[in-house]
């Protein structure tokens, strides 16, 4: 199962930050909390991932919380074409390191 | 540097038939792991290869299997197709195993569909 929890949908104007928002209440010291987003019918896109301090990329910032349970994904101008579903992910290294996708975050960003 | 790739892209069988895909990792990347994603229940994992050896399954039927190839290359076999078969297939590949090479990168999936 899942160890994430994200709101269904989210809407965002363009040109706007888009904050995701992620909990993770019962993530363990070690496991690492991975982004994943998916345009319609593609394959997942690697975002960025964090253990404990906050990360940034080209992408996007992950802020996470000082007790880890929970995580933020910035996307700091988003534009129409980051419309997609986004994927929290905490990796679970006891089960091999597989990524065990929940259902998201569907991100409409408006014009 | 090329992505994963994946062929085909898309694929029509019938019932009972059976199909191989086929997946490409990116260049130098040694661990392989294929997911289904259907709408009712997304993505799931199926297995995870690294060296030509599965590490990791899913809780997949015996239907399905897979298998690596020294150059990285991976194939995953469904025997005895089912109406239920019908989704994208998905390829991943990273680097390694061990944390900090493990970041797992997805090729654009095959789509195959079940008559």
């Known amino acids: 199962d899942a160890k994430t929890t994200q709101p269904p949908s989210m809407d965002c104007a363009e040109g706007r930050a888009a904050n995701l928002p992620c909990n993770h209440s019962?993530?363990?010291?070690?496991?690492?909390v991975y982004w994943y987003r998916q345009i319609h019918s593609q394959g997942p896109q690697y975002i960025i991932h964090?253990?404990?301090n906050n990360e940034t990329n080209e992408m996007a910032s992950l802020i996470i919380t000082e007790d880890r349970k929970s995580s933020t994904l910035i996307l700091p101008h988003a534009t129409l074409r980051d419309t997609a579903v986004y994927y929290c992910?905490?990796?679970?290294?006891?089960?091999?390191?597989?990524?065990?996708f929940g259902q998201g975050t569907e991100l409409s960003v408006k014009p | 540097k090329a992505g994963v790739t994946q062929t085909p892209r898309y694929l029509i069988k019938t019932r009972g038939q059976q199909v191989t895909l086929s997946c490409s990792p990116i260049?130098?990347?040694?661990?392989v792991s294929w997911y289904q994603q259907t709408p009712g229940q997304g993505l799931q994992f199926l297995f995870e290869?690294?060296?030509?050896?599965?590490?990791n399954k899913g809780n997949f039927p015996g239907r399905f299997s897979g298998r690596q190839f020294s150059n990285s290359r991976s194939e995953m076999n469904v025997s005895t197709l089912e109406l239920g078969d019908s989704a994208l297939y998905l390829c991943?590949?990273?680097?390694?195993?061990?944390?900090?090479?493990?970041?797992?990168?997805f090729g654009p999936g095959t789509r195959l569909t079940v008559l």
């Open positions: 290869y690294f060296s030509e050896t599965q590490r």
């Open positions: 964090g253990l404990k």
């Open positions: 992910i905490v990796r679970v290294y006891n089960q091999g390191g597989k990524l065990i």
């Open positions: 991943a590949s990273s680097l390694g195993i061990a944390k900090g090479t493990d970041t797992q990168y």
């Open positions: 019962t993530i363990s010291g070690n496991e690492y």
């Open positions: 260049s130098g990347h040694r661990s």
